[in-house]
């Protein structure tokens, strides 16, 4: 978190998003601070109270809603000229109630990826962001399948709702690994899907990817970010988390929380160990390691943004996401 000698004002927010993937945006009332700026809707509250609690109160008092399903999801502090505002933000996927604006304000479901209403109070745009990160994030396993074979499971996947892959093959050369990318980005940029390299920044830009994920040990070694503009991480161990969040990458993958069958010597860390680790992390969050789809709602109880795929999402009949 941001250290300052400014005032630091806890914020609980709740971003209450619809089936379809709408979320709820509210205008701030008139002779309000930032009257006529939009928020998604929450609302200030003590150090001493509890988030979940406070987000309970300010949706109620504002929108006329309670939250059933609140995953908390990031914590990040956002700086004024005269205070530190910190968010805590959760994800409200069903509630009771029906939303309106009980202070007169206007509300609006809008598409995160085309938000029509403005002015946006600057902090929301990182919120934003971290929405349209999809919730399977697929890691390339060619080696297992051929490559061949490979690309048409790929294809199946991104036919079945898959938006979010890395390329991960350490057995390749760098020519081969650069060829594969390429012929991976041009697919998945057929469905508006977007593609990682893990550990070459260089390679990720001759195959026209999107970005780059680094390795744990990757990431410490920098002083600055990778050179790309979409990034992302693996991390071990709370001081990589930390990281990875001072040079501001657009997520991470954190591993590995449950065991797997090719780490079966591996306890993994758990949920509890998991969510200790990731409370209060100013990015989205994969859980990696013995995920499978139906453990998606369980990790994001447990504070993930999504989980990280390998094995399940490329065998042939996986379902959609």
Same mark, same amino acid.
């Given at each position: ?114 938000? +029509? ?75 508006? &899907? ?22 744990? =040990?990757?990431?410490? +070694?920098?002083? &600055? ?16 988390? &930390? ?32 969510? &200790? ?14 995920? +499978? ?18 094995? =399940? ?9």
């Amino acid at each position: 978190m941001t250290a300052s000698p400014l005032p630091v004002i806890n914020v609980a927010v709740g971003v209450v998003q619809r089936s379809d993937g709408r979320v709820l945006l509210a205008e701030r009332p008139k002779g309000k601070v930032s009257g006529g700026f939009w928020e998604f809707p929450g609302g200030k509250f003590e150090v001493a109270e509890n988030a979940r609690r406070a987000l309970v109160r300010e949706l109620h008092e504002e929108v006329g809603i309670e939250p059933q399903t609140a995953y908390p999801w990031m914590t990040f502090d956002h700086a004024y000229d005269s205070k530190i505002v910190r968010l805590h933000v959760f994800r409200v996927l069903s509630w009771l109630g029906t939303p309106h604006g009980r202070e007169g304000q206007c509300i609006a479901w809008e598409d995160p990826a085309a938000v +029509r209403v403005a002015p946006l109070l600057p902090a929301n745009g990182r919120v934003l962001d971290a929405l349209n990160l999809p919730p399977v994030y697929a890691i390339t396993d060619a080696r297992k399948y051929g490559v061949s074979s490979f690309m048409s499971r790929l294809e199946a996947a991104l036919d079945n709702g898959v938006r979010l892959v890395q390329v991960r093959e350490p057995w390749m050369t760098i020519e081969q690994l650069t060829h594969f990318a390429r012929r991976v980005s041009a697919l998945a940029h057929r469905y508006q &899907a977007r593609v990682l390299v893990n550990g070459d920044v260089g390679v990720a830009k001759r195959a026209d990817a999107d970005g780059v994920h680094l390795q744990a =040990e990757q990431l410490m +070694r920098l002083s &600055a970010s990778p050179g790309a503009s979409f990034w992302a991480a693996s991390c071990h161990r709370p001081e990589e988390l &930390a990281q990875a969040a001072h040079l501001h990458a657009n997520f991470v993958v954190v591993s590995q929380v449950l065991p797997t069958a090719s780490h079966p010597g591996r306890a993994g860390l758990g949920w509890d160990k998991f969510s &200790a680790m990731t409370d209060n992390c100013s990015v989205p969050v994969y859980a990696l390691g013995g995920m +499978r789809m139906e453990l998606l709602a369980q990790a994001m109880h447990y504070g993930a943004h999504g989980i990280a795929l390998q094995s =399940e999402v490329w065998k042939s009949g996986w379902f959609s996401v």
